[in-house]
């Protein structure tokens, strides 16, 4: 029986093929979004987070402003200044202090160029640091060697971005020329692994930087606590920001790697419930399609109807055909939600390293986060077509042969 309800109401969706796709999009939009924009961010996130699993305990990173305002702090284009730095090395506890900055810039190799993520670090505290604690590890070439323009590229640089690089090879950023000196075995991050890493004074030379610093790492000696020292970096940091710049209220952030992990896993989890409340309100639209769609349905098949009931359909029977019509667009929509978000969330993780090398996206597309977009899609349009059906069923069989 329900395979003749099935029939039935695909025979009739297939009848008003323009209204049914009109329908159908509505939950393809409030799907596709939520596929797309959650399967990002999850992807978002656990790269983030396996960025920070290899930042060791021992490494604290300070940045200017103030992470409760991340984003102002990111976009604002601050930085901790020289002074900031000497402060942070003078911290006791603090064994080592590399300060770090990044841009993207085209870099060229022989006939081939590419826009790379460029990092900077002085070569003579960096290496170190990089090797114990984030576990940089070369597969070709030697480390590099402090004020000899020499550079460090990542695994994917040579295999994909610049095809043929090799350790001894030139590169050209800007005009200035290094020798690529080693090549880095891949870090399971594509943001790592699609870098080209300079010498402090160099990466400063090319992009016409100061002695500032959007980003500092400081070591931590064995001996030494993480809390004791991120007070002793504190205290040093509010000292020298009221002295050279006569700051009452230094602005400053202290990122240990709990704190960051916890950081990221709460803000990602507010964007993630964001995401869906306003792709649920795409679906909620999509929804009322759906029953407004049934309703018309219900008045369009008036007779229809009372013939069913007159030859025997029961109550159920009617609800049945009209919940299937209702199920199969809100199914055949979260179909094609699923793939059009996936198609999107995985072209973002194609397409945007190629406009933004600085930034890399990598996407999760789950077996449950397709399972649910289906499901759910169906589950509303069954909800959707649920009040329609039970006023079509509830026609009585002479009124409804009577309508005209």
Same mark, same amino acid.
């Given at each position: 029986? *329900? ?10 969706? *297939? ?5 049914? %796709? ?18 990002? +961010?999850?992807?978002?996130?656990? +790269? ?20 409760? #305002? ?39 190799? *022989? ?7 460029? @990092? ?5 505290? =960096? ?13 070709? /070439?030697? %480390?590099? &060697? ?10 994917? !640089?040579?295999? #994909? ?13 800007? /005009? ?19 870098? $080209?890493?300079?010498? %402090? ?34 205290? &040093? ?13 230094? =602005? ?16 990602? =989890? ?5 995401? @869906? ?22 008045? &369009?098949?008036? *007779? ?6 007159? $030859? ?13 019509? +209702?199920?199969?667009?809100?199914? !055949? ?18 397409? !945007? ?42 026609? &009585? ?8």
């Amino acid at each position: 029986m *329900k395979k003749v309800y099935f029939k039935m109401a695909f025979r009739n969706l *297939k009848g008003r093929p323009l209204r049914s %796709w009109l329908t159908i999009l509505g939950i393809v939009i409030g799907v596709f979004l939520v596929v797309s924009l959650l399967s990002l +961010s999850e992807g978002l996130k656990g +790269s983030i987070m396996q960025e920070l699993k290899t930042m060791g305990g021992d490494i604290v990173m300070v940045m200017p402003g103030d992470m409760n #305002d991340i984003m102002a702090t990111f976009a604002g284009g601050t930085e901790l200044s020289r002074h900031d730095i000497d402060a942070i090395r003078r911290a006791e506890g603090v064994e080592m202090v590399v300060p770090t900055a990044w841009a993207g810039e085209v870099v060229r190799y *022989k006939d081939s160029s590419q826009n790379i993520f460029i @990092f900077g670090s002085p070569w003579e505290t =960096s290496v170190s640091v990089y090797q114990e604690n984030l576990g940089w590890n070369l597969v070709e /070439g030697h %480390w590099p &060697e402090p004020n000899r323009r020499q550079a460090v590229v990542g695994s994917m !640089v040579a295999e #994909d971005l610049l095809p043929g690089l090799r350790a001894g090879d030139r590169i050209q950023i800007r /005009g200035h020329s290094f020798e690529v000196v080693g090549i880095l075995r891949s870090l399971g991050s594509k943001q790592d692994d699609s870098m $080209v890493a300079l010498d %402090w004074p160099d990466f400063q030379s090319v992009f016409g930087r100061q002695d500032g610093s959007p980003m500092v790492m400081a070591k931590i000696n064995e001996d030494f606590s993480v809390a004791r020292v991120e007070a002793n970096i504190r205290a &040093e940091l509010e000292l020298s920001q009221r002295r050279t710049r006569q700051d009452d209220q230094p =602005s400053f952030s202290i990122i240990t790697s709990d704190k960051a992990t916890d950081m990221v896993g709460n803000v990602m =989890s507010l964007i993630q419930l964001a995401v @869906f409340f306003f792709a649920s309100i795409a679906i909620l639209v999509g929804a009322i399609g759906i029953t407004n769609t049934m309703y018309t349905s219900v008045y &369009e098949r008036t *007779k229809e109807i009372g013939i069913l009931k007159a $030859v025997g359909a029961k109550r159920k029977d009617i609800i049945s055909i009209f919940l299937m019509e +209702s199920i199969i667009i809100g199914f !055949v929509g979260g179909l094609l939600g699923v793939l059009l978000g996936s198609g999107l969330a995985y072209s973002a993780e194609y397409l !945007v390293p190629q406009s933004r090398p600085v930034f890399h996206i990598q996407t999760t597309v789950t077996i449950l986060l397709i399972f649910f977009g289906m499901l759910f899609a169906s589950l509303v349009g069954g909800l959707a077509g649920y009040f329609p059906a039970r006023r079509a069923a509830n026609l &009585e069989p002479v009124d409804a042969l009577r309508y005209e």
